[in-house]
Nanobody, 124 residues
């Protein structure tokens, strides 16, 4: 199983970035997908999640209204569109795949596979 995140970079406050995660080695359409982020010294935190059939999405309060998660089950990809970026959005962003549907998608424990992370830096 491989999850390959891309699209990170340096952006000014108020700017936008689009992260993408390409997934292989599993039946993508049966997995929930999540985006998490982590800064040094802090725990990895939930950012956004999307159900297998894309009929439901969830967001952390800190990104609601600014970030949008989407998936393409024909291409095995999940994207995170990030708008109105703030310096506090600076982190390494990780995509994750899981099928532990008894747990909330906000929990790291509900995910089985993780990507390698992509750095997002919001700074002027």
């Amino acid at each position: 199983v491989q999850l390959q995140a891309s699209g990170g970079g340096l952006v000014q406050p108020g700017g936008s970035l689009r992260l993408s995660c390409a997934v292989s080695g599993l039946t993508f359409s049966t997995y929930r997908m999540g985006w998490f982020r982590q800064t040094p010294g802090k725990e990895r935190e939930f950012v956004a999640g999307i159900k297998p059939t894309a009929d439901s999405t969830h967001y952390a309060d800190s990104v609601k209204g600014r970030f949008t998660v989407s998936r393409d089950n024909t291409k095995n990809t999940v994207d995170l569109q990030m708008n109105s970026l703030k310096p506090e959005d600076t982190a390494v962003y990780y995509c994750a795949a899981g099928r532990n549907f008894m747990m909330t998608m906000r929990s790291r424990s509900s995910y089985d596979y993780w990507g390698q992370g992509t750095q997002v830096t919001v700074s002027s």
